[in-house]
Nanobody, 123 residues
Framework: QVQLVESGGGLVQPGGSLRLSCAAS????????IGWFRQAPGKEREGVSC????????YYADSVKGRFTTSRDNAKNTVYLQMNSLKPEDTAVYYC????????????????WGQGTQVTVSS
């Protein structure tokens, strides 16, 4: 059974940090591009970042560039999203998703999704 499981969300103060994990079971992540998406209440889903499988190249939304970093540990079959300098507007449910080809901004191309993890940035 192909499954992605996110973890690491929680409540953090503005300026704080969190590291989200996306662990795969039933398949190996190293052949997939892994995207991170988020959705805040009343807002559309937004692409946050993506990391390719072949060369590890990464992409970030302008809203998180310089603050978020995505990386992968193929030995642990896990992808991470390190989030620093968090802002209240980063509050959302964060999802990871897998795409067999290279990174794309089209969320519809990602075939496997996790259940999401809540990130709340508030004082």
């Amino acid at each position: 059974q192909v499954q992605l499981v996110e973890s690491g969300g929680g409540l953090v103060q503005p300026g704080g940090s969190l590291r989200l994990s996306c662990a795969a079971s039933g398949f190996t992540l190293d052949t997939y591009a892994i995207g991170w998406f988020r959705q805040a209440p009343g807002k559309e889903r937004e692409g946050v970042s993506c990391i390719n499988s072949s060369d590890g190249s990464t992409y970030y939304a302008d809203s998180v560039k310089g603050r978020f970093t995505t990386s992968r540990d193929n030995a642990k079959n896990t992808v991470y999203l390190q989030m620093n300098s968090l802002k209240p507007e980063d509050t959302a449910v964060y999802y990871c998703a897998a795409h067999l080809k290279r990174c794309t901004i089209d969320a519809g191309k990602f075939g496997s999704w996790g259940q999401g993890t809540q990130v709340t940035v508030s004082s």
